[in-house]
């Protein structure tokens, strides 16, 4: 089984009024928090979690979790606590947490230890996302000063992987985090520790860092393969620059998709939701895009500025779902129309591994679990073996223990028999 | 005034272009910049410069300094503006340092660090305190337009001194200022992000020296209302308030402000025994 499929949710908040756009400056950051029913999410994450649920029970090889921060299209300021019950309530799938915002946690052992706690829970099912963050999760919403969060990246990732590698406490002298006594406790069952991935949007220095240390380099794009292939073109020339193996299990990639049994049925289904998510969750203030110090000079030069003026804060020009099919931003349609064009993406962008958005903005569960079923049962049976020459490079997946414990059924009632040794004295 | 450009180097070792001029034997005074760098307006500096013998540096990231990364935190900053003046040659000839915006908060560092050696100090709608009744303007998160509105009380002003700001800014002015404004602030986020704020209150009491406060009455950006707080903080401190002004007052009232900074320094005459124009 060479390509993997993992099923992914962002876990976005369906009750974004029709005139979000028209009345509000961000979908995230200053997001009026007033929008949030914690009633409503009551249910809503159970769903959503039931979905991830579901998505184990269909056969997908993983099933996927990420954080945000004040971000009214996610749901997950902690992954881990998502994470932490995916791994009791599944037994199969690779839990996937793209992942930890490791500059933000104070100290970054935290991750060291939450993480070793999933992949211990879970058998060894973790997958290990280390993302830089974006600008609006680690510098406006957790205050990361610009200019020096790659360098705090940079150090806690070090923190981490040290402090799962060493069998003794060791002193950590760093810019950011002094700490005398580190000793990773637990740790994880995967060795020398669980597969990462690092979520990355093209910067030569992410493609780097990922080869240099052989992780999976993750392009979480929402606008689709189409659109992605110059960045992966990029990306596997640098790798054939660097002299590695092209495997393509080095790099995934995300993609909305939606499946019906026709075409017709697809855009009849899903396209309310999925427009939904473009037209209102994508709606971020371009004075949160990328604050002075984010990026480097040479990556604002090969940028377009546009969005920065005044009049293109006024232009909101509503995404079509024809446009979003035809740009491939979606992949939609009948199980045969979705094969042909995963099995495009699988060989263009040359990935091993996608994840698999099947739910978008405020799409029903119910069209979510059919849209989920066909693809599991009609699509990905299809394009698991589209790389038949890597069919044994599992370096950038987990190894679960075989004799893995799984949870118990829930107990209804107290056993009959005390245990053996109770009321002795 | 002829304007002198140098380049010196700091015994750190960072590069830093600064621009110099008037009498040989006028008094010392550093002025620092704020958080737009040096604009191309010289009134303030030449009417100062008539008398004192005025040194302008350009902070890191700035302008033609560069080697930004040496610096990390308020303390390297600090010791930064006195490694320029022993670079100068005016760190044992009580220099008084004019600090403007981001310029006045690391004036008021260096002034709590070594207040004795300083001859005076004057501060312009610095930055460096937080009242969480008037939270200043998140300057990281302002798209281009919007910095000649909160900056500068002239929008004529604003487009003369910051293009790229303006609402019709042609693509090549809005590109320039968002790379250069990238380069500047990227490097103040290091003292300004996500609050400009770096508990310099509690320092301020080492100031045993008379502090000029000059504060543009429409600023935008540092509201009057922290005039009233550095007032309540400094142990000796004179507030003129100027009218027709924002947060870039030396370009927007150059005139006002020389003439409150005269008066300050005629008050002020130099310490005896350091002759005004002595050198070390």
Not at chain 1, 132 to 145: E, L
Not at chain 1, 380 to 406: A, G, Q, T, Y
Not at chain 2, 99 to 121: K, N, W, Y
Not at chain 2, 189 to 198: E, S, Y
């Given at each position: 089984m060479a390509v993997r499929f993992t099923w992914f949710n962002l876990m976005p908040w369906p009750e974004l009024p029709d005139d979000f756009r028209q009345t509000t400056r961000s979908v995230w950051v200053d997001i009026p928090n007033r929008l949030y029913d914690p009633v409503r999410g009551n249910a809503l994450y159970h769903e959503y979690m039931d979905q991830l649920e579901y998505a184990d029970a269909l056969g997908f090889d993983g099933i996927g979790v990420n954080e945000h921060h004040q971000n009214g299209y996610g749901l997950m300021p902690s992954p881990n606590i998502i994470a932490a019950s995916l791994a009791r309530r599944?037994?199969?799938?690779?839990?996937?947490?793209?992942?930890?915002?490791?500059?933000?946690?104070?100290?970054?052992?935290?991750?060291?230890?939450?993480?070793?706690?999933?992949?211990?829970?879970?058998?060894?099912?973790l997958v290990a996302g280390f993302p830089?963050?974006?600008?609006?999760?680690?510098?406006?919403?957790?205050?990361?000063?610009p200019a020096l969060t790659r360098d705090k990246y940079a150090e806690a990732h070090e923190l981490i992987m040290r402090a799962w590698a060493e069998d003794e406490p060791f002193a950590f002298d760093g810019k950011y985090n002094q700490l005398r006594w580190v000793n990773c406790w637990p740790k994880p069952i995967q060795k020398p520790h669980p597969p990462i991935y690092i979520p990355g949007g093209g910067s030569i220095e992410t493609f780097d860092f990922c080869l240099d240390?052989?992780?999976?380099?993750?392009?979480?794009?929402?606008?689709?393969?189409?659109?992605?292939?110059?960045?992966?073109?990029?990306?596997?020339?640098?790798?054939?620059?660097?002299?590695?193996?092209?495997?393509?299990?080095r790099a995934a990639f995300a993609q909305i998709i939606a499946v019906a049994e026709t075409d017709a049925e697809a855009e009849r289904l899903y396209s309310e939701h999925i427009l939904y998510f473009f037209n209102r969750c994508l709606h971020v203030y371009a004075g949160f895009l990328d604050p002075p110090g984010y990026r480097t000079i040479n990556t604002i030069k090969a940028t377009s500025l546009t969005r920065l003026q005044r009049q293109q804060q006024r232009n909101l020009p509503e995404v079509t779902w024809q446009q979003l099919v035809d740009g491939g931003m979606v992949i939609a349609g009948s199980p045969e129309t979705v094969r042909q064009r995963m099995e495009e993406?699988?060989?263009?962008l040359h990935v091993g591994h996608v994840f698999c958005l099947f739910h978008s903005g405020n799409q029903p569960d119910d069209k979510t679990r059919y849209s989920s079923k066909l693809f599991a049962e009609r699509v990905?049976?299809?394009?698991?073996?589209?790389?038949?020459?890597?069919?044994?490079?599992?370096?950038?997946?987990?190894?679960?223990?075989?004799?893995?414990?799984?949870?118990g059924p829930p107990i209804t009632a107290t056993p009959a028999e005390a245990p053996v040794g109770a009321g002795a004295h | 005034m002829d304007v002198e450009a140098q380049t010196i180097e700091t015994r750190r070792g960072a590069q830093v272009r600064v621009f110099s001029g008037g009498p040989p034997d006028g008094r010392p005074v550093l002025f620092l910049h704020g958080l737009s760098g040096l604009l191309d307006?010289?009134?303030?500096?030449?009417?100062?410069?008539?008398?004192?013998?005025?040194?302008?540096?350009?902070?890191?990231?700035?302008?033609?300094?560069?080697?930004?990364?040496?610096?990390?935190?308020?303390?390297?900053?600090?010791?930064?503006?006195?490694?320029?003046?022993?670079?100068?040659?005016?760190?044992?000839?009580?220099?008084?340092?004019?600090?403007?915006?981001?310029?006045?908060?690391?004036?008021?560092?260096?002034?709590?660090?070594?207040?004795?050696?300083?001859?005076?100090?004057?501060?312009?709608?610095?930055?460096?305190?937080?009242?969480?009744?008037?939270?200043?303007?998140?300057?990281?998160?302002?798209?281009?337009?919007?910095?000649?509105?909160?900056?500068?009380?002239?929008?004529?002003?604003?487009?003369?001194?910051?293009?790229?700001?303006?609402?019709?800014?042609?693509?090549?002015?809005?590109?320039?200022?968002?790379?250069?404004?990238?380069?500047?602030?990227?490097?103040?986020?290091?003292?300004?992000?996500?609050?400009?704020?770096?508990?310099l209150s509690k320092r301020l009491y080492r100031l045993d020296v008379d502090v000029l406060l000059v504060w543009g009455e429409d600023d935008r950006y540092v509201p009057p209302a922290y005039a009233e707080q550095w007032t309540a903080l400094l142990p000796r401190a004179e507030l003129v308030r100027v009218p027709g002004a924002g947060h870039m007052l030396p370009y927007e009232q150059p005139a006002a402000l020389a003439e409150a900074v005269q008066a300050y320094l005629a008050r002020r005459p130099a310490p005896a025994g350091v002759p005004a124009g002595a050198s070390s």
């Open positions: 599944t037994s199969r799938a690779a839990i996937c947490v793209i992942g930890n915002s490791i500059a933000l946690y104070n100290p970054p052992i935290r991750v060291a230890e939450e993480f070793a706690m999933l992949d211990v829970i879970s058998g060894g099912r830089v963050g974006t600008p609006m999760d680690t510098n406006f919403c957790y205050g990361q000063i240390y052989d992780y999976n380099y993750s392009y979480l794009s929402f606008y689709g393969y189409l659109a992605a292939r110059s960045l992966m073109d990029s990306y596997w020339e640098r790798v054939a620059a660097r002299g590695k193996d092209t495997s393509p299990h993406l699988i060989k263009t990905m049976p299809h394009l698991h073996d589209l790389w038949p020459e890597w069919d044994h490079d599992e370096r950038w997946w987990i190894h679960p223990l075989e004799s893995r414990v799984r949870p | 307006d010289p009134r303030f500096a030449e009417l100062l410069a008539q008398d004192c013998r005025l040194f302008a540096p350009e902070l890191p990231g700035y302008g033609a300094s560069g080697d930004e990364a040496l610096f990390e935190d308020m303390l390297d900053f600090s010791l930064h503006g006195w490694d320029i003046l022993v670079a100068l040659g005016l760190d044992r000839q009580q220099p008084v340092l004019i600090g403007h915006s981001l310029g006045g908060m690391l004036a008021a560092e260096m002034a709590c660090l070594a207040p004795r050696d300083v001859g005076g100090l004057v501060l312009v709608d610095p930055l460096g305190l937080w009242l969480d009744q008037q939270p200043i303007p998140d300057v990281f998160a302002m798209l281009p337009y919007e910095f000649g509105e909160v900056l500068f009380a002239s929008a004529e002003r604003a487009a003369a001194l910051l293009p790229g700001t303006t609402d019709l800014a042609d693509p090549e002015l809005l590109r320039d200022f968002v790379i250069a404004n990238a380069r500047r602030l990227g490097t103040a986020g290091k003292l300004l992000f996500p609050i400009p704020n770096r508990r």
